[in-house]
Structure formats: structure tokens, C-alpha cells
């Protein structure tokens, strides 16, 4: 093996550089993976691209420097000492951020929100847009053999947020689904709303080409252009009535109030999207219908797990929301792209990646 990888860093104006790095040994309970897929996220974007933002209780950018994406997926090629679960040759996506493994979150597998020393791949410590990541074996979930690397990179974040917001919705077979922000995560939503059980889905979105995507992916019934209008014409959509669930993949303001309006009376809401604010009329949008609101950050290990399985049986791939793939040398240009908020998902494959 060569000694050296590349990896991608990102300043925080708007570009995302190569450098070189060693590849990292495995340590007491590390796996090394060579990645053979990893998607960039909006929270890249959002947070670290355009320019390093800080969090509450943090000192500083949550952004620490390091190889950029938290959306890994690939071959086991190195294990450390101590490693027990995992085997050289395993095919595995990461989770996205390894926590202290003691804290009440990190026992019922939230390590997204880790009390105690955690770092976050893509932010704290070096992550996956790069030729290999170190992992600690706590973070890795197998990937099941009839799913691809690019299906492992996109459960790694965006289908197992959707996936928690579905679950804590209770979406069923009886439900209609709005979703407000039909990018990625909006996407993931409907595809597995639908394999849940929901036959009629609504998006809605500022972009006409995203829209355009999910109906001919045909994972929404309708697509509505934002307007000022966005909550009557998705309710016409739904043959006049409200949603009995919707989700918010927008991250706006007029996006989650959109959400809120368009949902019916003892309804369920899931707020996914991340940033921004709220300013919702308390009395006859949310007490008066009875509503329930879920704000939903991520998912647990356990359950991102359980996903790939669900996927298997359900047959469905999230590559399929895939519209553009680039391999390392062109991050900058798949950076941009994410950037415009016109495109699907965007991931970076390996060269010779044939699943
Ligand atoms: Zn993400
Ligand atoms: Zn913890």
C-alpha cells in the first residue's frame, strides 16, 4: 500500500482543496476503510462550505480543519487490536459521528448527541470525502451484499434522518405525506414513505428541476412550486384535504410553515430540515388541530442498522436519487454543484468503483 492519500479540505469560501495525508494505522478498536462512495451533505454546504459556522456550547467553528464528508461507505482493509465485529474485507457504511460509547445517548446508540468526548467524521476528525478513513468500530454498520457502496454512503446520513422522522411520525399505510424541501433528504423521505406504506405524496420546493426529479423518480404523486401559495395547491393535490403527516426537509422558515399549515387536525409533523427559525400562529395551527411535532436530529446506530435491512426486503436503492457522480480529483466542481441546490444527490465514487 502507498503511504500517502488524498483527502479534501474545505476553507469556508465556497471551495474545496486536496491535500495529502498519510493513511492512518488503525488503532485499539479502529478499522481502516478504503471508500469506495461518500455523499456530500447540506450541512457540508450550509455549514462548513460557504463559510465555518459555530453551534451552541461550542468554542469556535464546529469545523475543525479536517478531510471533509460524513458520508462514507467502503472496504474494510486494516483492523486494530481489540476488534471483534468487523472483518478485513467487509463491505460497511460509517456513522456519522463516534461518541464516547458511556453517555445515556451513546448507550441507546444516539452518539449524535454524545454527552462526553465525541468527534463527528467530516468536522473533528479527518472523514470520508478521501481514498481511506479510520474508523472506530463502534461507528461501522455492515452493508448488506445486495446493496451498493453509493446506497451504504447515502444511508449514512440523509435516508437515516429520513428514515427516524418517519419512524417518529409513525407513518403508515393510511397516512398522506406532505414534504416541504424536495432535495435529498425530501427525496429519501418519499422513497421510503412510500415503501412504508403512503400512497399519495406531495412535495414541495423552490427549485423546479428538484421537483422535476421526484416525479420522474416517481417518488411523489405532485410536485408544487413554492409560491405564495404552496399550502392551498399541495392540499388541492390531496384531493382537497389536509396531510395527516408532514416533514420539513427545507430548513426555511416559509418551508416548516408550510409544512405546519398543510397538515391535518391530531396530525404529525417531522422537522428534519436543519437551520433558520419558526414563527408559527400557536392557537389555530398547532393547539387547535391537535398537532404533534416531532424536531428529529439524525438517527441512532441500531436503527440506521435495521434500515439496510428494511431495504433489502423492501428492494429499494437509495442510489437511485444519485444525479451526479465525481471522483475525487473534481471535488471542487462537485462542491459547486451541491452548492447550487438544483441537483439530487451528489457523491464521490471511487475510480474503479463497481460496487
Ligand atoms: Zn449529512
Ligand atoms: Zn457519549
Known sequence: MHK????????????????????????????????????????????????????????????????SGHEPAGLVIQIGDGVSRINVGDRVLVYHIAGCGQCVNCRSGYDISCHGPHAAYGWQRNGGHSEYVLAEERSVIPLPQSLSFEDGALVSCGFGTAYEGLLRAQVNGSDTLFISGIGPVGLAVAMLGKAMGVRRIVGSDISEARLNLASNLRLISAGVLNSENTVSEAIKANNGNHFSVSVDCSGSRLGRTNALRATAEWGRVALLGEGNDLLIDVSDTLLHRHMTIHASWVTSIPRMEQLTHHLVNWDIHPDLIITDRFTLKDIDTAYKLAGSGQSGKICIVDEANQN
Open 4 to 67: 500517502k492519500m488524498k483527502g479534501a479540505v474545505l476553507p469556508g469560501n465556497e471551495t474545496a482543496i486536496l491535500m495529502e495525508f498519510n493513511i492512518p494505522k488503525p488503532g485499539n478498536g479502529q478499522v481502516l476503510i478504503k471508500i469506495m462512495a461518500s455523499g456530500i451533505c447540506g450541512s457540508d454546504i450550509s455549514y462548513i462550505w460557504r463559510g465555518h459556522k459555530s453551534f451552541e456550547g461550542m468554542d469556535g467553528p464546529a469545523y475543525k480543519g479536517v478531510i
